[in-house]
């Protein structure tokens, strides 16, 4: 089928997709009729990469000198889970660019991907990645040490997927929350 469907259609499928997840391992793409599978150590999503987490990082459009900085954690939704292009599946395909011009000035923005197993764990620890979420804290205190952001100045956002990631984000950082329309049960898909 050309996509991460293929893996829905037959039981056996969907068993060997589980061992390459729980292998810490991905499928990266499909070419001549074969998916091409990669560790997630080495996996490239053409982004920065913080102990296993993949993420970007979009600078202030203004900066002013006598304004307090401002950070925007926002955690993609998982409007492509059926691609066979990694970072469609993990990173999304909706990524707001025009987020930018829309914030105050001295406002960073950290997107960050979900990349855990096949199509991500909605921002959660697994067994092939058991400190993913702490991963993630450590990040967004990094993100925030570097551009001397505080606390009540950081605020998680997401929708669907990233929705619940920024709910359990914002709860173990205790951060603000912005989370439109979080999935909390997958059961529907």
């Known amino acids: 089928l050309k996509s991460m469907d293929t ?6 499928y969907y068993e060997a997709l589980k061992k390459i997840a729980l292998d810490n391992k991905t499928i990266v793409g499909y070419k001549n009729h074969k998916y091409s599978v990669q560790s997630w150590e080495v996996a490239d999503l053409g ?4 102990n296993g987490v993949h993420y970007f990082l979009e600078k202030p459009l203004e900066n002013e000198q006598y304004l307090t900085n401002k950070l925007i954690v926002f955690f993609m939704p998982a409007d492509k889970m059926n691609a066979t292009d990694t970072k469609l599946r993990t990173f999304g395909n909706s990524h707001w660019d025009s987020l930018s011009g829309s914030v105050a000035k001295n406002t960073y923005i950290l997107r960050i991907a979900d990349s855990n197993l096949i199509s991500g764990s ?9 400190d993913f979420e702490e991963k993630i804290q450590q990040l967004i205190k990094k993100i925030a040490q570097e551009h001397d952001i505080i606390t009540d100045n950081i ?3 997401g929708n669907s997927r990233g929705a619940t990631g920024a709910l359990y984000h914002g709860l173990l950082g205790n951060y603000k929350v912005l989370a439109a329309d979080p999935v909390i049960d997958r059961r529907a898909w």
């Open 122 to 130: 909605y921002y959660q620890s697994t067994k092939n990645f058991p």
């Open 7 to 12: 893996f829905l259609e037959n039981w056996d």
């Open 155 to 157: 605020v998680c956002y």
């Open 47 to 50: 982004m920065s990469k913080f």
